[in-house]
């Protein structure tokens, strides 16, 4: 089957019309052009092969599926399907992969033709990476300017809080040296050091969810910052009977991070899916490349073997005070947001199809955001 290349132009583009070169125009497009005929690239622009870091050659020939992003690569081939069966244009936005392993968004229009006498389908976009960081970085800032005032108010408040609650524990402390043990009064001075218990904690969640960014990042392995958390889960998992496997090592590289914080992430996501997984299950900590608007980022997966996650909390799940488990304070995710975004990262939370919830912590290797903010 011949194929068409920059060195070899296609037929019908040369042919369209006298005294214009559409050829030319094509090639010189800023906008980015690919055809794909019987299942195969058969021209991509010098626009669209530069765009993925590829020589027009390079591509001539190739599954389209090879430069697609995997979790897009089946609704990319049925879109191609329905638009050689129904011949309109349609609108269309890809994530396709750069030959340095990279991901590009792609907007463009698609449209079924006829290319040296069998069917076709003409892609024609434009590179919509650049606008989704920027409005990605937008959409972050603003958080993080409302999360910082969220978090100073927060802060001042659980600070004035600790000084009575730690009058109110001592005067209990001293109340119940002097009565000693009052068989009457005993229920009232357990539910009142509960009481107390609660409070604290959730003081302390309040400072940790206040706490401004570290102004210093240093670049270091997360393989053990993540065994350490993992190691701090332990006692809870064996009183639980919960096994946790940790399969993360040092293929998980390094990142510039406060460890402190990230370790704070870890665990506080490794004792939720401790929680929430029944005796006997498994808790699972993984790690792999990802990307993160298009730059390259270390995904982190923890799994756990519960029920997984109500599908209507999931919009909700990462809300301060949010929270389904009784005793709860409904901080810990809410902290695990705000300290990934303080690295420039994003943290999700969805199901699994054969059971069981996972949180998907992204963190970029080289986190661009002024340090200090959020």
Do not use: W
């Amino acid at each position: 089957m011949p194929h068409a290349s920059h060195a070899d132009p296609p037929r019908e583009s040369r042919a369209a019309s006298p005294g214009l070169d559409f050829y030319r125009l094509v090639e010189r497009a800023s906008d980015l052009i690919l055809i794909v005929r019987e299942g195969r690239i058969i021209y991509a622009n010098p626009a669209f092969a530069q765009t993925l870091g590829y020589a027009p050659h390079e591509l001539v020939g190739r599954p389209p599926a090879d430069i697609v992003h995997p979790d897009e690569r089946a609704s990319s081939r049925a879109r191609v399907e329905q638009t050689l069966r129904e011949g309109s244009a349609r609108l269309i936005e890809r994530r396709l992969l750069c030959r340095d392993g990279s991901v590009v968004t792609i907007e463009g229009s698609a449209f079924a033709t006829t290319f040296e006498g069998s069917p076709a389908v003409v892609l024609m976009g434009h590179d919509l990476s650049d606008r989704k960081r920027a409005n990605a970085a937008l959409q972050r800032a603003a958080r993080s300017e409302a999360m910082s005032a969220i978090g100073s108010l927060v802060a001042g408040v659980a600070h004035e809080v600790r000084n009575p609650l730690f009058g109110m524990t001592a005067t209990l402390d001293a109340l119940e040296s002097r009565l000693g043990p009052v068989r009457e009064a005993e229920p009232f001075l357990q539910l009142l050091r509960r009481e107390l218990d609660r409070l604290n904690t959730l003081m302390r969640e309040l400072l940790d969810y206040g706490k401004p960014p570290s102004a210093e990042l240093t670049r270091q392995p997360l393989a053990p910052v993540i065994q350490a958390a993992v190691r701090a889960c332990a006692p809870r998992g064996e009183e639980k009977n919960v096994r946790i496997d940790n399969a993360v090592g040092d293929e998980a590289g390094e990142l510039r991070m406060d460890a402190a914080r990230i370790g704070q992430v870890f665990q506080n996501l490794v004792e939720n899916a401790v929680q929430h997984t029944p005796s006997g299950g498994r808790v699972r900590v993984e790690a792999s490349e990802g990307e993160l608007g298009g730059a390259p980022s270390v995904e982190v997966r923890v799994l756990d073997a519960g029920h997984g996650f109500r599908p209507d909390d999931l919009p909700r799940i990462f809300d301060p005070f949010f929270t389904r488990r009784r005793g709860g304070t409904g901080l810990g995710l809410s902290i695990v947001q705000r300290i990934t975004e303080q690295h420039g990262g994003t943290v999700e939370a969805g199901n699994r199809p054969e059971g069981g919830g996972v949180v998907t912590v992204r963190l970029p290797r080289d986190p661009s955001f002024t340090h200090g903010a959020g």
